[in-house]
């Protein structure tokens, strides 16, 4: 593994150990270069994916931009960040398991919306207004009442 500080392409592994969901290997690394310290993570990857996009343009996966946009949704959230992995590694893995080596990001985004409303309904509404391109305060109270369900009383 190559240091991101200095270069370096020989770093020492020093610790090694599952992450909480156990779905990944965090490993700790330390450069003899320059001292650097620094951590990887190593997951189990089924299969490449290919996203295509509304516009036909097609992307390669990225866990990570997926967690990112899932992070903005849950900003300031009381959400613990153990809950938010595993709902992404959750994602990744129906996502690897479709078969398809090609996924439409209407498929993601749908996945990512029934995550985030089990986790929190505000960082579910918060992603719908930018998923569905919420235009007016109609947009927002469709998907409140969807949220509260129909006859439910509160």
Do not use: H, W
């Given at each position: 593994m190559r240091c991101p500080y200095c270069g370096n392409e020989d770093t020492q592994v020093k610790?090694?150990?599952?992450?909480?969901d156990n779905t990944a290997i965090r490993r700790r690394r330390f450069c003899p270069g320059c001292?650097?310290?620094?951590?990887?993570?190593?997951?189990?990857?089924?299969?490449?994916?290919?996203?295509?996009?509304?516009?036909?343009?097609?992307?390669?996966?990225?866990?990570?931009?997926?967690?990112?946009?899932?992070?903005?949704?849950?900003?300031?959230?009381?959400?613990?960040?153990?809950?938010?992995?595993?709902?992404?590694?959750?994602?990744?893995?129906?996502?690897?398991?479709?078969?398809?080596?090609?996924?439409p990001s209407q498929v993601v985004g749908e996945l990512i919306m029934e995550g985030l409303r089990?986790?929190?309904?505000?960082?579910?509404?918060?992603?719908?207004?930018?998923?569905?391109?919420?235009?007016?305060?109609?947009?927002?109270?469709?998907?409140?009442?969807?949220?509260?369900?129909?006859?439910?009383?509160?």
């Amino acid at each position: 593994m190559r240091c991101p500080y200095c270069g370096n392409e020989d770093t020492q592994v020093k610790d090694s150990r599952p992450t909480e969901d156990n779905t990944a290997i965090r490993r700790r690394r330390f450069c003899p270069g320059c001292g650097g310290r620094f951590t990887t993570f190593e997951r189990i990857q089924l299969r490449e994916l290919t996203i295509v996009k509304s516009s036909g343009r097609r992307v390669p996966f990225d866990r990570d931009k997926l967690m990112r946009s899932v992070q903005v949704a849950m900003r300031k959230r009381p959400v613990e960040a153990e809950r938010v992995e595993r709902m992404v590694s959750g994602i990744v893995r129906r996502l690897e398991s479709m078969g398809e080596p090609e996924i439409p990001s209407q498929v993601v985004g749908e996945l990512i919306m029934e995550g985030l409303r089990s986790l929190d309904d505000i960082a579910y509404v918060r992603f719908a207004s930018v998923y569905k391109n919420f235009r007016e305060a109609k947009d927002f109270e469709e998907v409140l009442g969807e949220l509260s369900g129909p006859g439910e009383d509160d």
